[in-house]
Structures are given as C-alpha cells and as structure tokens.
C-alpha cells in the first residue's frame, strides 16, 4: 500500500559569526563633581510590600512660549479683502474667456447657417433653369417657354 518514503537534504552549512575587535578605548578622566547639596532619598512602599527607594527628582519644567502678540482686526480683513479681491479678478478672467469663446461659437454658427442658406438658395436658382415643368422651343433664335400642363 502507502510505503513510508525517505527525503534526502542536502547537509546544512553553518555559518557562525566572526566577532569584531573592539576599538582601544581610551578611557576619560574622571573629574568628581560635588553636588551643591545632598539630594535627599526617598522610599516608596508599594502596594505588594516592595519598598523602592531612590532619589526625588524634580520635574523639568519646559522653557515658557512666548505668547504670540494678537493679529489685529483690521489686519485680518485687509488680508481677507485682499484674497478676496484675487478671488474676483480670477473669477473675471474666466467670465471674460467665456465670453470670448461663446462670441466665437456663436460667429462660427451664423457663419455655418448662412454657408448653409447660401447652398440651398444656389441650389434652388441654379436647379431652375433647367427643363423642369416647360418646354424649350427655339423659334427664329428666340428662345421661348411654354408652360407644359398635364391634363
């Protein structure tokens, strides 16, 4: 039936580390420092029974900002009609380009609907002339029409 079969690996490569030397560190006088004062030591015992005991520090305060001086009313609107002014400059502009491009549009249909006119009347004037509805009869080089009723 199923017969159990064997996989062969390729054996494994062990790479290990090689360790860096440390540079020689030179190392730095010690210049002992008095404090101005003896901090004092504070415990703590906390609520399971460990005491931890260490040094109060005192919180660092940030640095005050300066507070800004206040924007004045007067500046705010100047600076508010002025983008506003832009506003309705820019708003110009494009109502002026509009304009412009509907005049143009515009001249190119009046343009287009007389071309168009012009070809239906010259079809009209030239198809005419032609033999439709009378007969031509040539008489002593006189060209006369006589109206051709179907009756």
Not at 63 to 76: D, G, H, L, Q
Not at 127 to 132: F, M, P, T, V, Y
Request: proline content about 10%; aromatic content about 6%.
């Amino acid at each position: 039936m199923n017969e159990p079969t064997t996989h062969h690996t390729a054996p494994l490569a062990v790479h290990h580390p090689t360790p860096l030397t440390p540079a020689p560190l030179h190392a730095a006088p010690v210049v002992p420092v008095q404090p101005g004062h003896v901090p004092t030591v504070a415990s703590v015992v906390l609520p399971d029974g460990r005491v931890v005991t260490g040094y109060a520090v005192a919180p660092a305060h940030p640095e005050p900002v300066a507070s800004k001086p206040a924007v004045s009313r007067t500046a705010v609107n100047v600076a508010l009609g002025g983008v506003g002014f832009l506003a309705v400059c820019g708003g110009l502009i494009l109502l002026t380009s509009f304009i412009a491009a509907l005049t143009a549009f515009i001249g190119q249909l009046i343009i287009l609907a007389a071309v168009i006119f012009g070809g239906w009347i010259a079809v009209q004037v030239f198809s005419a002339s032609g033999h439709r509805g009378a007969t031509t009869v040539n008489i002593r080089k006189a060209v006369i029409k006589r109206n051709h009723f179907h009756g």
